[in-house]
């Protein structure tokens, strides 16, 4: 299921399309043809597609070339091969999403040198770019907690341990999601929150590292998924094992979308991957117009998908 939300909470973001929607010299821009790079973590989760999906749509709007590469699957190293490859084909400007914040840091400063223009999207690095669109991951982590306790509340289980799937512990976005988690659980002694296993956001690692959690916690209560691959994971491990621990995921695709109507996993909080894309091609460009790109930071908001979701 594609969500294709388009709604924004900053305002500045609605009027940066409109200038570049009403700019004068509009079709001189169109001529120039910026390249302009999408970056992503891998090329596998159905969220980066639907990124590219937004990126495209609207460089296709504007006449500007979009290119999407990133590792086929998660591999720091070839990340940051295939952003030094981009900088060196002459990109005007990269969105990117960084898999580790710390590592590709000096290439994005060596490519800001050059005068390429560095939009984040869904995950920064720690060099400053002009613009940051994503969730607000911790506050999302909270959310996720809530609905936990919710389900838990509503199913009896009103004591007992709660695992929590990672990627890696240098991905900001799922580590905030994660401390957020932890913090609203802060306020019920009765739940156990276990250390994290790490997965690199693996569906086969994250299904083991499911299983782990039921062999070794025999008062296992529920489990948090912190992205896509871990979501589906977890999802087929709850559903091999026939168990009644509750799963809160993240992110949605059709076969963890099966997985709520079946009551496999409870709820999963559903990101806006195609406004990412299709705002941060637009701040690419306004910066590469010289227009005003606003706020450093664009929250691009959450949903909570649940069997009572319409669909």
Known sequence: MQIKDLSTRNGATNKLIINIRDDAELNQMVYMNYKIYLITMDKSDQFWSFMNNGAREMASMLGVTCVWDGPLTRDVNKQIEIFNNAVAAGADAIMLAASDPIKISSSVEDAKSKGVKIIYVDAPAFEQAIVTLATDNYAAGKIAGENMFYE???AGLTSGSIGVIGVTPENRTTVNRDLGFRDYFNMFSKYQILDTIYTNGDPELAKQATKKYIRDNPNLVGIFSTNEGTTLGMGNALKENNTNI??????????????IRNNIIKAVLVQSPFTMGYLGMAEAIAALRGLDTGSQFINTGVTVVNRYTPV
Do not use: P
């Open 152 to 154: 838990l509340d509503d």
């Open 246 to 259: 509750i799963g809160i995921g993240f992110d949605i695709t059709e076969t963890i979308q099966e997985m």
